[in-house]
């Protein structure tokens, strides 16, 4: 037998639900009928040059054509380069060392960051910000702990995160 305390408990339970749900209800309406802040930020600043993207969340400088390809003053062309894990590192020195700009090769949680998900739910990057990006694996300077020989990598064709060889050749994105 239900007491006149429980079932009055049992009442205000139901009336906060409901009213919590009318709340979120009406909260998510009016979300949606504004749609996003005029003031809110871009995901991504373009340099004045179009060769540099600034993520706004991290303050991460990234390059916007993957190492091999060039920025042609619209899009990225030529072919992407694989390098092997050593030659990626070396490749991040040399183009640090020629600009003088302290370009490196992200760590898997940065380069983490750039995977988007795309409207088919498969994990990808913004191509009006990396145009022409090989979707396929890329280097990071994250070694994998449980051995010596293997490093953290990006998969942006399956938007997975993983270990390989560093033998293994894969695309290189750097960042500053």
């Known amino acids: 037998m239900i007491t006149k305390s429980q079932h009055t408990i049992k009442r205000w339970k139901r009336h906060l639900d409901i009213r919590s749900r009318n709340v979120l209800a009406a909260i998510i309406a009016i979300s949606c009928s504004l749609g ?4 809110q930020a871009a995901p991504f600043v373009l340099s004045i040059d179009g060769q540099e993207a600034t993520d706004t969340a ?3 400088i990234w390059r916007r054509c993957v190492e091999g390809m060039t920025w042609n003053g619209s899009t990225c062309s030529k072919a992407a380069n694989f390098y092997t894990h050593e030659q990626a590192l070396q490749r991040a ?3 640090a060392s ?5 370009w490196r090769l992200p760590n898997v949680k940065e380069l ?5 998900e795309s409207p088919q739910n498969a994990s990808v990057v913004d191509s009006t910000v990396f145009p022409n990006m090989p979707t396929d694996i890329f280097w990071t300077s ?9 490093v953290w990598f990006v998969d942006f064709s399956l938007g997975v995160v993983a270990a390989a060889l560093r033998s293994n050749i894969n695309y290189v994105r750097l960042v500053r």
């Open 36 to 39: 996003p802040s005029a003031n």
């Open 58 to 60: 991290t303050g991460l």
């Open 93 to 95: 020195a040399t183009e």
């Open 98 to 102: 020629l600009s003088q700009t302290a």
């Open 112 to 116: 983490e960051t750039l995977l988007v």
């Open 142 to 150: 994250t070694p994998y702990a449980i051995d010596g020989n293997g």
